[in-house]
């Protein structure tokens, strides 16, 4: 039997609501699959940890997770916790100690009544975006000179290292071969002349490697203007780390909106866990309320069966969800229906008990 031994970090907010919905979806999926299990640890951390304790996480909570296959993370942000303190002391030291260089993404319609553009299906808007996880604008580079004064000046260095360009871009190219679609670079390499301009040439270097991949390049601001006007255009889309912040929120603005955005953030060559998370931040005003909508925790965990090799089950798990979104009453307030967090996540299980 394989077992699936998971790291819980439920955060803050709407978190452990969601996360509880996902965490009883997966339970379902093992009761009917006497081949797969799950083991579930739950770890407190998050701001309402930090307001209690001074520290966002437990000093040696790195070494606490390593052992895990992979971690489950509900949300992180909370009033009076400034957002650079809860991002750079858990979400980012994780993504960094654990070298979660891919970031993983789906851009995908699952309900055509779901998007604003109009006379768009499913058929035009179904993208992967892979983000570099784990340097760029957010590598943590930088410094405040002359603070308080006329002259202060905050600089932000972005890093681009040959290793990270390189690993994420091949990364790409390769999924983009398997999936056998177009791939996509993003950059800005016009303005950002030396960033960017190595970022455009690593991505030719490495496609000389592909020639099977057909291959696009644009400017993040052309791009921007695709994801709206165009998306049929995208199938596989690589891009760096704070353009692949923005775009993929852009992309879910496209699809139904950040309670349908999963995200993973995967180290491939498994030496360390991954972390799978819904990407909608921890909405403090409507938690404990029962209308946080769980389908994004959901669809995290279906990248999670995706990344240990259970894709009929993450295949499942978006085939019931395209199902549930044909049942406008079973659906949160946030897509139109009356149900709470509770019924969402019931009604999902009940339906997976059944396949």
Partial sequence: MKNINIAVIPGDGIGPEVIGEGIKVLKAIEARDSNLSFS????????????????????????????FDAIYLGAVGYPGVPDHISLWNLLLRIRKSFDQYVNLRPISLLHPELTPLKGKSGDDIDFLVIRENSEGEYAGAGDRLFQGKPEEVALQTGVFSRKGT??????????????????????????????????????????????????????VDAASLYFVTDPERFEVVVTSNLFGDILTDLGAALTGGLGLAAGANINPEHKYPSMFEPIHGSAPDIAGKGLANPLASIWSASQMLDFFGEEEWGKTVLEIMREMLQEPQQLTPDLG????TQDVGDRFADMLGKR
Wanted: aromatic share 16%.
């Fill in 40 to 67: 579930f640890t739950k770890f407190p951390w998050g701001c309402e940890y930090y307001l209690q304790e001074g520290k966002m996480m437990d000093a040696d909570g790195i070494d606490q997770l390593a052992g």
């Fill in 166 to 219: 390189e690993r994420i871009i091949r990364y790409a190219y390769e999924e983009a071969r398997r999936s056998n679609r177009t791939l996509t670079s993003i950059s800005k390499g016009n303005a950002l002349q030396y960033s960017m301009v190595f970022w455009d040439e690593v991505f030719e270097e490495v496609g000389r490697e592909y020639p099977d991949v057909e291959t696009y390049s644009y400017l």
């Fill in 337 to 340: 229906g009356k149900a709470t």
